[in-house]
Antibody
Framework: EVQLVESGGGLVQPGGSLRLSCAASGFIVSGTYMSWVRQAPGKGLEVVSVFYAGTSTWYADSVKGRFTISRHNSKNTLYLQMNSLRPDDSAVYYCTRDHSDGWFDPWGQGTLVTVSS | DIQMTQSPPSLSASVGDRVTITCRASQSISRYLNWYQQKIGKAPKVLIY???SLQGGVPSRFSGSGSGTDFTLTISGLQPEDFATYYCQQSFSTPWTFGQGTKVEIE
């Protein structure tokens, strides 16, 4: 079964750091595009970072320089290192596979990040 | 970035109704348009990709159409489990962007 399971969210103070993990099963993370998409409470969906099938990456302007996407091939896991967190980074973070035509499936269950003092 | 605008932002409908949601792109995106359903507390789920291709396992009452800048998601015969928020997403040029969502509520 193709599945993604995120972990690592939680409550953190402004300026703090968190690392999100996304464990994949049923497919190889390194062989496909993988994305992190976030959803602030009551808001819409925003792509924040993409790891392309090679080594190139992309970041939304809102997180560039603060977030780093990476993967561990032998663990078949995607990560999102989030530093210098701000209250407006508070959201549910989903990892998802990006198909060749740019549609997302599957999605993980999401992990909630709350940035607050 | 390509802006995606959905209308209406919300709608009320009854079981059995035919529902249409519109998505407009700020520039032509050919047929690189995807539709998702999101229920409260759950991750989005793809319904339609490539403007009109039905994802496996999605009921045939869902259909998509359009090309260029104007797209439509139609639910023919709304079912109780269809009450949710629907998002369009363009995959013509990076960054992929989503519409703001259309909430389908029970009338």
């Amino acid at each position: 079964e193709v599945q993604l399971v995120e972990s690592g969210g939680g409550l953190v103070q402004p300026g703090g750091s968190l690392r999100l993990s996304c464990a994949a099963s049923g497919f190889i993370v390194s062989g496909t595009y993988m994305s992190w998409v976030r959803q602030a409470p009551g808001k819409g969906l925003e792509v924040v970072s993409v790891f392309y099938a090679g080594t190139s990456t992309w970041y939304a302007d809102s997180v560039k320089g603060r977030f780093t996407i990476s993967r561990h091939n032998s663990k078949n896991t995607l990560y999102l290192q989030m530093n210098s967190l701000r209250p407006d980074d508070s959201a549910v973070y989903y990892c998802t596979r990006d198909h060749s035509d740019g549609w997302f499936d599957p999605w993980g269950q999401g992990t909630l990040v709350t940035v607050s003092s | 970035d390509i802006q995606m605008t959905q209308s209406p932002p919300s709608l009320s409908a009854s079981v059995g109704d035919r529902v249409t949601i519109t998505c407009r792109a700020s520039q032509s995106i050919s047929r690189y348009l995807n539709w998702y359903q999101q229920k409260i507390g759950k991750a989005p789920k793809v319904l339609i990709y490539g403007a009109s291709s039905l994802q496996g396992g999605v009921p045939s009452r869902f259909s998509g159409s359009g090309s260029g800048t104007d797209f439509t998601l139609t639910i023919s015969g709304l079912q109780p489990e269809d009450f949710a928020t629907y998002y369009c997403q363009q995959s013509f040029s990076t960054p992929w962007t989503f519409g703001q969502g259309t909430k389908v509520e029970i009338e």
